[in-house]
């Protein structure tokens, strides 16, 4: 599978596993609601991060930019997936028109 299409069909499975686990977030009732939300981020940042992991795939590589650590790039590439498929999409959709720019 290629590396961005990998990106999004994470970020994708990260929104759908969020959306399973948001119903039990809100049913839980000794949790203050003013947490909720901010619960939810933090698990689909975690997530993200995982599959990253998981899956080994750093969109540094992908957009061959050279870095130190890969797991710098991993985590990068965590927080894109976590933060769900339409943020990756403007994600790479704008690193593209800024490489596309400094190119010329």
């Known amino acids: 599978m290629d590396g961005l299409a990998l990106v999004f069909f994470l970020?994708?499975?990260?929104?759908?596993?969020?959306?399973?686990?948001?119903d039990?977030?809100?049913?839980?009732?000794f949790f203050p609601d003013k947490f909720?939300?901010?619960?939810?981020?933090?698990?689909?940042?975690a997530c993200g991060i995982i599959f990253a992991f998981q899956s080994s795939?750093?969109?540094?590589?992908?957009?061959?930019?050279e870095i130190s650590n890969p797991r710098i790039g991993m985590v990068i590439t965590g927080l894109v997936i976590g933060k769900g498929?339409?943020?990756?999409?403007?994600?790479?959709h704008s690193y593209g028109?800024?490489?596309?720019?400094?190119e010329k």
């Open 97 to 102: 028109k800024n490489k596309k720019s400094i």
């Open 24 to 29: 039990i977030v809100y049913v839980v009732p």
């Open 57 to 65: 795939i750093n969109a540094f590589e992908l957009l061959d930019v």
């Open 36 to 45: 909720r939300p901010l619960t939810l981020e933090l698990m689909s940042l």
């Open 85 to 92: 498929a339409n943020f990756a999409h403007d994600f790479f």
């Open 11 to 22: 970020a994708v499975l990260v929104e759908k596993v969020v959306e399973i686990f948001k």
